[in-house]
């Protein structure tokens, strides 16, 4: 039968295992959150830019009802997913252009 010390290291092993599991898994949701919180952060930057100049706001009631508002929805939608791409690419492609360290 295994000694109390070995017993206890194995479990103190196993916690460990298992609060780093748990960090990663809180990580991934905070990345979430901030994405989400990016996207609320660009909503009040276009609702102040509206409220500083109007125009932008008319502008775009005009062009949805020359557009017609079911196209200007699917390129808002297609806006909404290339910025996206863009959000989750930038920090890969800022990686990638850093040189490596050994």
Same mark, same amino acid.
Do not use: C, H, R, Y
């Given at each position: 039968? =295994?000694? %109390?010390?070995?017993? %206890?290291?194995?479990r103190r092993r196993q916690l460990l295992a298992q609060t780093q599991v748990q960090r990663e898994v809180i990580a991934g949701h905070g990345q979430q959150i901030r994405r &989400?919180?990016?996207?609320?952060?660009?909503g009040l930057q276009v609702v102040k830019?509206? +409220? +500083?100049? =109007?125009?932008?706001? *008319?502008?775009?009631? /005009?062009?949805t009802l020359i557009v017609k508002p079911r196209r200007m929805w699917r390129?808002? +939608?297609?806006?909404?997913?290339?910025?996206? *791409?863009?959000?989750n690419l930038a920090p /890969?492609? +800022?990686? &990638?252009?850093? =040189?490596?360290?050994?």
């Open positions: 039968m =295994p000694k %109390l010390s070995q017993q %206890l290291a194995e &989400s919180l990016q996207f609320a952060d660009l830019q509206i +409220k +500083k100049q =109007p125009a932008l706001g *008319i502008g775009f009631a /005009v062009a390129l808002l +939608k297609t806006g909404l997913i290339a910025w996206n *791409i863009w959000q /890969v492609l +800022k990686n &990638s252009n850093q =040189p490596k360290q050994d």
